[in-house]
């Protein structure tokens, strides 16, 4: 297996994550390759010192910008070219695998069908509300999308941990279906490669990832909005069921309260009460899976807060993407 981290101008996370993906337990040989997308840091010298004693490491220097491709879909190509196994395992510089076992158990989750695993990409949890919230979200994205790849209907990924074959990267001509678009290398390639039986979820604890959450709002909400600038490039069904679920989800509250006020407000807390039950129990379960129960305690209100969350960020769905990182 390869294991594929594009960096750009991150020592400071290279030498604190870059071990956990260099000590790992594989029964097997592998390599770790790090592209080193034009950075101005010191992270050329580090990854030399880092070479010195890890010798599955290996580093693609790059140079010279890709003219009219935007984001790290480029050097994320030149390091799945250049990898020497067939099947190629994704993370970011900001991660650090969760075990010493995160490429072993996503390696074994292949079959003979498989060509696609998706793995979840959590935050480390700290004190203070921002990180709630911003593992909520994380949670709540990594709720659908692997919940839709169960049901066999795939259609997102996350490059904090992502993992799938050579074969099929060429089969779809890389990211050139959407080249143009900074961000995407994770969950467009996702939409456009995945189906029913080529994709499978690992949700071991063992094949986590694990990053550093935004600092403060400013940098959370720079970091959604380039995430959801690629919601557009859906395919027409996802972004229908997925626009049900997030409208449905957004008017709840507000009718809620219309219907107490208006209606009888016995009626409306059954509803309520039935809707609270089903979500205390599907939360408690996937949370369990996931290693987020620390968040149950706090699953209403944090329900709540989606109503706000979906008008701060419903712009963001028609916006103009960015063209950096």
């Given at each position: ?13 290279l030498a604190k ?180 039986t080529n994709t ?80 205390a129990i599907v ?43």
């Amino acid at each position: 297996m390869s294991v594929i981290i594009c960096a750009r101008d991150e020592a400071a996370n290279l030498a604190k994550n870059l071990p956990g993906s260099l000590v790992q337990q594989y029964r097997t040989t592998h390599e770790v390759i790090v592209v080193d997308d034009n950075s101005f840091d010191d992270s050329k010298y580090l990854l030399e010192e880092f070479k010195k004693t890890f010798k599955q490491l290996h580093v693609v220097e790059l140079k010279q910008e890709a003219k009219f491709i935007p984001g790290k879909k480029f050097p994320l190509s030149v390091g799945i070219k250049t990898a020497k196994y067939e099947v190629v395992l994704l993370t970011d510089a900001d991660c650090v695998p969760a075990s010493e076992f995160w490429i072993d158990k996503m390696q074994q989750t292949y079959d003979e069908q498989t060509e696609i695993v998706l793995g979840y990409g959590a935050h480390h949890k700290k004190n203070g509300l921002l990180n709630k919230l911003i593992r909520w979200e994380t949670f709540h994205t990594a709720m659908q999308y692997l919940s839709y790849a169960i049901a066999g209907n795939p259609y997102m990924g996350v490059g904090r941990n992502l993992s799938y074959k050579k074969t099929i990267f060429f089969r779809h001509k890389g990211f050139s279906a959407h080249n143009n678009v900074a961000s995407g290398d994770d969950d467009l390639f996702i939409k456009t490669a995945a189906t029913k039986t080529n994709t499978k979820i690992n949700i071991d604890a063992d094949t986590f990832t694990l990053s550093e959450p935004a600092k403060n709002w400013g940098q959370w909400m720079k970091q959604k909005s380039r995430h959801y600038s690629t919601a557009k490039y859906y395919k027409p069904v996802h972004k229908f069921l997925l626009g049900v679920y997030s409208f449905s989800h957004f008017l709840f509250y507000p009718l809620l309260a219309a219907s107490i006020i208006f209606y009888g407000w016995q009626y409306a807390l059954v509803v309520f009460g039935f809707r609270f039950l089903l979500q205390a129990i599907v939360f408690y379960l996937c949370m369990k899976k996931l290693h987020e129960k620390d968040l149950y305690p706090w699953f209403l209100f944090l329900d709540v807060w989606m109503f706000f969350y979906y008008i701060i960020f419903s712009v963001k769905l028609v916006k103009k993407p960015g063209k950096g990182w």
